[in-house]
């Protein structure tokens, strides 16, 4: 059974800090892993989707890195803004029709 | 393109009541997911839904079902309602494309059971 964990639960930086979260599952056998941002109560937006095949995606300030054979993603978010506060969640997609998320990474960003 | 809509966006039901909740596709998603957020926790699979039929389901009991529509629409049905079904309910669209495609998310539905 695939199980996906995000260390640390939550996170605090003062504004302009790099920004590294952590995400890591129990079996390699995946097709991709998407990054998602969440805002309090709200839906789940895509930040980063990176394929088996693929070691690592950028956008913008953001980069995703992918060890499948370990087991472990990582997000870089540079030079952080107030804006970039929320709930950060790892999901994993493999065979049974399903994401598979961690229990994300709660991002505090002080002026 | 229009993204994943779902309605309504919050609902309040008592112990024991049944709900539906809705959800319209992103254009040209033919597959649908459906995912219970607890509060503080990340979302758990209930069901996806293809071609109108249901195509894999997570652990949650038989109360939870739903629906296809030709449209691609979907609607997600809990019977005998309990407290612990007090959750966001997420729906995800995206492509049948063995397995390498993302999926796009709505704004989720808050239901609060009393």
């Known amino acids: 059974k695939q199980e996906v964990t995000q260390i640390p639960a939550a996170l605090s930086v003062p504004e302009g800090e790099n920004l590294v979260l952590n995400c890591s599952f129990t079996d390699s056998a995946i097709y991709n892993l998407q990054w998602f941002r969440q805002d309090p109560g709200k839906g789940l937006t895509s930040l980063l989707l990176?394929?088996?095949?693929?070691r690592e995606q950028t956008s913008g300030r953001l980069n995703a890195s992918l060890d499948k054979s370990s087991g472990r993603s990582t997000l870089y978010i540079a030079a952080s803004q107030p804006g970039d506060s929320a709930t950060y969640l790892c999901?994993?997609?493999?065979?049974?029709?399903?994401?598979?998320f961690g229990g994300g990474t709660r991002v505090l960003v002080k002026p | 393109e229009t993204g994943v809509t779902q309605s309504p966006t919050h609902l309040i039901k008592t112990r024991g009541q049944q709900v539906t909740l809705r959800c319209s596709s992103q254009s040209g998603h033919n597959t649908v997911s459906w995912y219970q957020q607890a509060l503080g926790q990340g979302p758990q699979f209930i069901f996806q839904?293809?071609?109108?039929?249901?195509?894999g389901r997570g652990n949650f009991p038989p109360r939870f079902s739903g629906l296809q529509f030709p449209n691609y629409s979907s609607e997600l049905n809990v019977n005998a309602l309990e407290l612990d079904d007090s959750a966001l309910y997420l729906c995800?669209?995206?492509?049948?494309?063995?397995?390498?495609?993302?999926?796009?998310f709505g704004s989720g539905t808050r239901l609060t059971v009393v």
């Open positions: 995800a669209s995206s492509l049948p494309d063995k397995g390498i495609g993302g999926y796009t």
């Open positions: 990176i394929q088996s095949s693929q």
């Open positions: 839904y293809y071609r109108e039929e249901e195509n």
């Open positions: 999901a994993v997609k493999a065979a049974g029709n399903k994401l598979t």
